[in-house]
């Protein structure tokens, strides 16, 4: 059945409902006076007055039940079919996959409320996929992004390993620059799981009570294969015994994206310190280095997927480290500021309750 047969059926209907309801009032109120008067008055009422009023009284309930089925018709068009034909026009250019469509203030006179609420439900939502919608795509382009670096590489170096007079000192060199690339490649494949897994809760944190000066003691030793290369001082000042509730594997996550950055970007002969303090209402643990520091656009962004201060990607890294960190805080309930000056180093907090 075609829309306009049933916009026809629904009037017609509307107008039966209003004859009946207008029609039994009238004849109610008609009746009572027409006995009132007569009684009171001593009227004899005749067949002839009876038919002239039922005439009268038949005309009124006409009369009056157009005006009302026209009020009516007005009303549900301003107030009811006109915003909902802006809801769902709104609803089929989302469908369309146009996400910036918002519904105007429904601010006509005699309107439902209701319409005003599902109309900001409707903005909230299409603002937050327009969000999601932006957000997937820069994903989407910056992991392309980061898979072809690596497998260019790969590919080149493979290319130069298949000449055949290649002497051993740079068979050995583009070796190495493959299996450097492979393992970026599965460090940002990692990280993307780990990533994904977090955002989509399908990772539930374990809290457990555990040592953390223990924990952070065991992170900063994974990497001193790489602060002796780089022959960087490290500074501690942990104090023992610190026990906290929380997941120590995510708490993991942490510490060594923390101390990762630390020593990547911290100099030759440089510092990183370490520093765990229990306070009164939550344990402070500071990373800090003596590295080239974060600027102030840089530190707007230094948690976004993907982001790299370093754009030249001089330090080997995908972005999503800091990322991963944040994602981590979150979920455990912890809290992380940083503090930098470029050329000076930078500090990171990261405070448990």
Known sequence: MSKRKINVLRSISHFLVFLLLVGFVVSCCMLLFVNVMATSMNI?????????????????????????????????????????????????????????????PLTSVGSD??????????????????????????????????????????QNYGSLLSQPDLDDEKRIEYAKGITDASKRLASLITNILKLNKLENQQITPVFESYNLSEQLCECLLGFEEAWEKKGINIETDIEEDIYISSDAEMMSLIWNNLFSNAIKFT????????????????????????????????????FDKFYQGDTSHAMQGNGLGLALVKRVIDITGSDIS???????????????K
């Open 44 to 104: 004899e009422i005749t067949n002839e007055n009876i038919e002239s009023a039922a005439k009268i009284t038949m005309l009124n309930v006409l009369i009056i039940t157009g005006i009302f089925t026209l009020i009516d018709f007005i009303r549900r068009k301003l107030t009811v079919e006109r915003p909902t034909m802006q809801i769902i026009e709104a609803g089929r250019k989302v469908m369309n996959g146009d996400f910036s469509v918002r519904i105007p």
């Open 113 to 154: 409320d209701s319409f005003k609420e599902i109309a900001e439900c409707f903005n909230k939502m299409a603002e937050e996929l327009s969000s999601t919608e932006t957000l997937r795509t820069d994903f989407v382009a910056n992991v392309s992004h980061e898979l072809k670096t690596p497998l260019a590489i790969m």
């Open 267 to 302: 100099d030759n002969g440089g510092t990183v310190s370490l520093s765990v303090k229990k306070e009164s209402e939550h344990v402070t643990v500071k990373i800090s280095d003596t590295g080239c520091g974060i600027s102030s656009e840089v530190g707007k962004h230094m």
């Open 338 to 352: 940083v503090e930098s000056e470029v050329g000076k180093g930078t500090t990171f907090t990261v405070k448990i």
